[in-house]
Each structure stands twice: as structure tokens, then as C-alpha cells.
């Protein structure tokens, strides 16, 4: 079985920055893949970024891109989700997900984590 556990949110101001920490129970062939997306009230979830364990490679949604960054410590089995110049827009629950491929598609991922709530205040 595979937790995810986020962590991190909360209230921050217009420019302002959050570090968003998700570590996983375990890492196999199925968790390959990390990826955070989020879900704004009254809207679908949408990807933000995503990560590969392996390579560290990453890719960004282009409403973050340039603003967001997305890196992993493996001994500690965790990704994380800088997140700075933050705007209102940003405001959601943030989900980080993991998965056997790197998508920008939520689908793509079997196992999800609870959310944290982030907050942008103008």
C-alpha cells in the first residue's frame, strides 16, 4: 500500500512564498512518478508540476512555470513544491499524486494524497 503525506500549506500574501513537502510511504516501479496538481473551489483539478525519481527531471504547468520548482530527496523519500511569487490565482488545495508515468493527466496517477490547503491572499 502507498501513503502520501502533504504537508506545508497555509495562509500566504500576494508575492509571497510556501514550500510544500510530500513523502511517500514507499518507492517502487508504480511510484516512479511524483506529481503535484490542485483543485480550486468550484473548479477541476489541474496539474501544477511533476517530478521523476530516477532522473529528477520535471515539468511544470505553464501558469507556474518560472515561479514554481520541484524537487525530490529520495533518502527521505519525499518531493517538495517551492512556490514563490505567489498569486491569488494559486489559491487551492494542492494534491501531490504518484504514478508509473510522468502526465500531466490526472488519470495517469493511481495513488493521491489528502491535500493541503494553500491559501493566496491579495
Known amino acids: 500500500q502507498v501513503y502520501l503525506t502533504e504537508s506545508g500549506g497555509g495562509l500566504v500574501q500576494a508575492g509571497g512564498s510556501l514550500r510544500l513537502s510530500c513523502i511517500t510511504s514507499?518507492?517502487?516501479?508504480?511510484?516512479?512518478?511524483m506529481a503535484w496538481f490542485r483543485q480550486a473551489p468550484g473548479k477541476e483539478r489541474e496539474f501544477v508540476a511533476t517530478?521523476?525519481?530516477?532522473?529528477?527531471?520535471?515539468y511544470y504547468a505553464g501558469s507556474v512555470k518560472g515561479r514554481f520548482s520541484c524537487s525530490r530527496d529520495t533518502a527521505k523519500k519525499t518531493v517538495y513544491l517551492q512556490m514563490n511569487r505567489l498569486e491569488p490565482e494559486d489559491t487551492g488545495v494542492y494534491y501531490c499524486?504518484?504514478?508509473?508515468?510522468?502526465?500531466?493527466?490526472?488519470?495517469?496517477?493511481?495513488?493521491w494524497g489528502q491535500g493541503t490547503q494553500v491559501t493566496v491572499s491579495s
Open positions: 499524486a504518484a504514478g508509473l508515468q510522468q502526465s500531466d493527466r490526472a488519470q495517469t496517477y493511481a495513488y
Open positions: 514507499t518507492r517502487t516501479l508504480a511510484t516512479s512518478t
Open positions: 517530478i521523476r525519481w530516477t532522473f529528477g527531471d520535471t
